[in-house]
């Protein structure tokens, strides 16, 4: 009967991102024989704070702000997952999102749930004291549901490093002592991992290059190239391993738009410049490209294709335009089940936002068994580490999509929620 109303309620959800998390679970669950209050239990999320708080601004006013956290599932361990500040965040998202960080854990074996948090604002519009402010009051809203052994927020979409270090801080100032383990993705001065910031774009570089053996490809990478949606975290340290290794970047883009060059963009000397401008964006780049549209970046001829940016990029209505032959999807989320089935009809294979993107939470992970352990590694050994557990964890979904005879998202999906369901028959329903 509850289950029902949960149910009914959430099928009413009108945001495209929750539909999508929802559906992929519906396909994917079809081909586990699990009992059918296993199935509901697992989909809908643990526990959910929603908050509205003041936060006073440089001109003396007071704004108030609403923000979100979300724990889908603590069956794995503790929770674990990003705080996003964007001015569309709402709690059907940061539900999805939550969801797909239960299924990335499982895919990568952390003794993790999922979890993600949201504050809807435009973190560019403000100073950097406003955000310390918004920062330092959402984390203390927050209190009652994070903790190192509890669930460790880490940065996604418009916070970084310095918003994790506001927000350490001000769980520490409340505990007392010094807590470095609540969050991932601090810097490394104060107890961040090494290799963190570049890990999730690295580790989708891991998964190309996985891709591309499986696919048997063997080109040499200066014949392969590249399109990047998105130069934030993911998009520009993705797009700087695989010019590192030799591959032909020739596009990439921005919330100000696309730029191309069919023999290959300059993506230091790009980096340089966003790292540089004032909002860090490329916008007013004048280098070596021609500049285009993000409608036109997804649609151009390509090897690959790795959308870096958002959700929901490749949809029914431009998924028989895309021409790369292999998508990685670095952002979560970023096609619908709709373009899903069209790019499988057309044989573009898709390594999937779970498994493309989960080199963020690993090194994650490495950042907090560091932290509890005090005992820090060096860059290589925490690359060496990573890219076996993705190889690993890429192994497990092929096998997967070999037993089921599913395309890789469906094989990750499964695997997953198998995972989940397996360890929560062993723990039991309590009480
Ligand atoms: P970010 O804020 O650092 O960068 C986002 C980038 O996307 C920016 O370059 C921005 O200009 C661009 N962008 C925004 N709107 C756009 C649009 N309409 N068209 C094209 N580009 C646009 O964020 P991020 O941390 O790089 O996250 C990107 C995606 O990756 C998100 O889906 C996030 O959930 C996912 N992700 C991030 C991490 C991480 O460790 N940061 C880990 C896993 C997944």
């Given at each position: 009967m509850v289950a029902n109303a949960i149910q009914s309620s959430v099928h009413m959800t009108t945001d495209p991102t929750y539909q999508t998390a929802l559906q992929q679970y519906d396909r994917a669950v079809t081909h586990l024989k699990l009992p059918e209050g296993l199935v509901e239990f697992m989909k809908w999320p643990r526990r959910e704070l929603s908050v509205n708080f003041p936060v006073k601004m440089d001109d003396g006013s007071i704004r108030v702000f609403s923000g979100y956290r979300v724990h889908h599932s603590t069956v794995l361990g503790p929770t674990k997952g990003g705080i996003r500040y964007s001015a569309h965040v709402n709690l059907d998202e940061v539900r999805a999102l939550a969801m797909w960080m239960t299924w990335k854990c499982a895919l990568v074996n952390l003794p993790y749930g999922g979890?993600?948090?949201?504050?809807?604002?435009?973190?560019?519009?403000?100073?950097?004291?406003?955000?310390?402010?918004?920062?330092?009051?959402?984390?203390?809203?927050?209190?009652?549901?994070i903790g190192p052994n509890v669930d460790i927020p880490a940065p996604d979409m418009g916070t970084n490093a310095q918003t994790m270090a506001w927000m350490m801080d001000t769980y520490s100032m409340t505990v007392g002592y010094s807590v470095p383990a609540v969050v991932t993705g601090k810097p490394v001065n104060i107890g961040g991992s090494l290799g963190r910031e570049e890990a999730t774009g690295r580790g989708t570089i891991v998964c190309m290059l996985e891709a591309l053996r499986h696919k048997g490809i063997t080109s040499s990478p200066k014949d392969i190239s590249v399109v990047v949606q998105g130069f934030g975290n993911v998009g520009s340290f993705a797009a700087q391993r695989a010019y590192d290794l030799g591959f032909k970047v020739v596009a990439v883009s921005d919330v100000t738009g696309g730029y191309y060059n069919p023999h290959g963009l300059n993506i230091p000397a790009m980096r340089e410049y966003t790292n540089r401008?004032?909002?860090?964006?490329?916008?007013?780049?004048?280098?070596?490209?021609?500049?285009?549209?993000?409608?036109?970046?997804?649609?151009?001829?390509?090897?690959?294709?790795?959308?870096?940016a958002m959700e929901g990029q490749i949809r029914g209505d431009?998924?028989?335009?895309?021409?790369?032959?292999?998508?990685?999807?670095?952002?979560?989320?970023?096609?619908?089940?709709?373009?899903?089935?069209?790019?499988?009809?057309?044989?573009?294979?898709?390594v999937p936002d779970i498994l493309a993107n989960a080199g963020g939470v690993t090194v994650s992970y490495f950042e907090w068994v560091q932290g509890l352990q005090e005992y820090f590694w060096d860059e290589d050994e925490v690359y060496r580490r990573l890219e076996r557990i993705l190889v690993r964890a890429y192994e497990s979904v092929v096998s997967t999509q070999e037993q089921y005879g599913v395309n890789l998202r469906n094989a990750a999906q499964i695997t997953a929620i198998n995972r989940v369901a397996q360890a929560t028959i062993t723990r039991g329903i309590y009480p």
């Open positions: 979890a993600k948090g949201g504050v809807v604002v435009e973190p560019k519009s403000l100073s950097l004291g406003e955000l310390a402010s918004l920062t330092r009051r959402f984390t203390s809203e927050l209190i009652l549901l401008s004032p909002r860090r964006t490329l916008e007013g780049y004048k280098g070596d490209c021609d500049q285009i549209t993000n409608a036109e970046l997804l649609e151009l001829p390509c090897d690959v294709l790795i959308p870096a431009n998924a028989s335009r895309i021409k790369a032959h292999l998508i990685v999807e670095g952002a979560n989320g970023p096609t619908t089940p709709e373009a899903d089935d069209i790019l499988d009809d057309r044989g573009i294979m898709v």
